[in-house]
């Protein structure tokens, strides 16, 4: 009966040896992966079914985890025989006989129709966050566009009078202004087009930290600061991640209007308003990277279900609850962790994610 349990079972089942050498996997298994017998995997370690989108520093921690005889859990992606993905939650537990660790089970629970709904969540996430920071995105368009009018105007106006003088450097400085208008537009057009399409996992690549922070205030930065918010930024040079960029900012976009929310609600003074952030390589060599804002903090009772899908403390229509749900999870599916504290009306969050150097091309 237990043989029969073992090998019908629903779960992805596998039993593999202390080095984690497979010694049993069970039906499920065989088909979540796309092999046709236990002979192809028996002997060899899970790097058969090991993906490049999973980071080391996972692998690093479900290993320290279950060594020192703990049950690990957590989501991950592996790769099928035909080079498919496989999203899973994996659940590790110790074997023991005697009090000595002899090997390890795994259960493995297929993701791909969670993975599916999440990816279309995050995608209406996107756009209703750039909804939410419409307002800063006309205030970036129509600065730009008053400067060209004003230049174009006296553009035209010199060259409707060929009796007077020209001042050619006064022309070319004009000239020169309207370039960089129709170039600030124009980065600005390009980066919402891309912000609000859909992603996929090929488009993961190395992300540069500071740009990654920059591309998340392009919309928000003038609205921020015609409300007197102080923007600081502080990024160690060098720092690089690997990962969708469009899924990071969208974590950054969903604190910063957590913060303008915050700001907005509690009706704090036009003096010492601040968002901070600061980027560093930490103790352990992962990317940590620092939010801070000092808009009155999260209470004590609300700060344990931040990150709990469909919890929001705002009013009427203006949260669903569902933006620090989706960041943890981007978050996690980059291999990396966010934690949260607030104390004496400061609020402040920690990501941390690998290193680029240390992931897996």
């Not at 999440?118 to 008053?146: D, Y």
Request: net charge negative; aromatic share 6%.
């Amino acid at each position: 009966m237990l043989e029969d349990a073992f090998t019908q079972a629903d779960y992805a089942i596998n039993i593999t040896d202390p080095a984690g050498r497979l010694l049993r996997v069970n039906n499920a298994y065989l088909k979540l992966y796309k092999f046709t017998s236990e002979q192809e995997v028996l002997g060899q370690t899970q790097r058969i079914i090991r993906s490049p989108s999973t980071p080391d520093s996972l692998y690093k921690d479900m290993w320290q985890t279950i060594t020192r005889g703990q049950t690990w859990r957590g989501d991950l992606v592996n790769k099928a025989l035909d080079n498919s993905e496989v999203h899973i939650h994996l659940t590790i537990s110790p074997i023991r006989r005697n009090g000595e660790i002899v090997g390890y089970m795994g259960f493995s629970l297929d993701r791909a129709q969670q993975v599916m709904l999440e990816r279309q969540l995050l995608h209406a996430n996107k756009l209703m966050v750039l909804g939410t920071l419409g307002a800063g995105l006309a205030h970036e368009m129509n600065n730009p566009l008053a400067s060209i009018l004003l230049d174009a105007e006296y553009l035209k106006e010199i060259h409707s009078q060929p009796e007077t003088a020209l001042d050619h450097n006064a022309a070319l400085s004009a000239a020169e202004s309207v370039i960089r208008g129709v170039e600030r537009m124009r980065r600005v057009l390009k980066h919402l087009l891309q912000y609000s399409k859909k992603d996929t996992p090929s488009e993961a690549g190395e992300v540069t930290v500071q740009e990654l922070i920059e591309e998340a205030f392009l919309f928000v930065n003038r609205q921020l600061m015609n409300r007197g918010i102080d923007i600081r930024i502080n990024i160690q040079e060098g720092l690089n991640v690997r990962g969708i960029r469009t899924q990071l900012e969208s974590v950054f976009h969903n604190l910063i209007s957590n913060s303008r929310d915050a700001f907005e609600e509690r009706g704090q003074g036009g003096e010492g308003k601040y968002i901070s952030i600061t980027g560093r390589r930490n103790a352990r060599g992962m990317v940590e990277i620092i939010f801070e804002d000092n808009a009155g903090g999260i209470s004590s009772e609300h700060l344990e279900q931040i990150f709990e899908p469909f919890f929001t403390t705002k009013e009427g229509q203006m949260g669903t609850g569902l933006g620090l749900s989706l960041s943890r999870n981007i978050i996690v599916d980059h291999g990396g962790t966010i934690q949260c504290e607030s104390s004496g009306g400061k609020t402040r969050f920690t990501l941390q994610l690998p290193h680029e150097a240390a992931l897996p091309k």
